[in-house]
């Protein structure tokens, strides 16, 4: 950022935005920080722009680790501006490039974490992106699995057929979608195992710093699956976590997060029940004290431009919570 438009921001976006600032919470939700941008993940920032990003954080706003942060909404304590980050699934580049930047603004942060793609494993989604990614052919003809003959023969035509493959199958149920993405990634060639994190990889993060949180093994939408399913998913990713890093895991984020759609109360009340302390959603909007702990929304700026980033945030604290709109 050049000097002036810094000062502008130190000066004059704060006294416009300061109003609807305070006690309330901006729960930032991230997934991946790739090393350069990357066409097929363009929704994703760089590592540059994750820096500049966290840097803005540090100097405009008041971050904080998660579990403080909402005590802290609840007992009215809250400092101006406050802002949490968290990541969902658990991709490596969280603690290869993510992590250095963390430490270096000294931004805390959580990791919301699939167990069951730990150490090699892939998410369906990242199956079909890579296939299509790696295709050597122009040509990759999916009919016989009932979906269509994809023409791939720029990048503009993979990224549209990506699109469409994951439209398409997105709603199917969780073991049709698997088998599914298994058919099609023999499509590939050579996809990559370690997108995901390693066992050491999670302890790396919670040695520095990092909070660690469950987000089921399997990355199931819960409002698919039956209640037993839901609370095994839910359960043994914990436990699996809380056995890696040797140290409780009571955070915990929805899979794929919408609620009534992805999950419903009855997957509140049983994070409540396991005795998680927070639990965040992926509806959009700032918390404020009447926000429900177990379903706390997200909302992360999608400028790359640090500027329109900064402004986006701050305008951010003005949209409350909408589960709980009227009451504030
Ligand atoms: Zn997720």
Redesign the pocket.
Known sequence: MSKLPARLLAHILPLVFNAHRKQRLSILIY?RVMPQLDPMRAGEPTVEEFDAQMRVLREYFHPLPLVEAVERLHAGTLPDAAVCVTF??GYADNELHAMPILRKYAVPATV?V?TGFLNGGRMWNDSVIETVRTCPDEVLDLRELELDCYTLGSMQQRLQAVESILRRIKHFDPQDRLALANAIQERGRGLPDDLMMTDDQVRSLAQNGVGIGA?TVN?PILSSISAAAAREEIQQSRQYLENLVQSPVDVF?Y???RPDLDYGIEHRDLVSELGFKVAVSTHWGVSTAHSDRYQLPRFTPWDRNPLKFTARLMAGYRNIDPLIAGLD
């Open positions: 997934h969902d699934d919301f699939s987000h990355h984020a899979p794929n997060g």
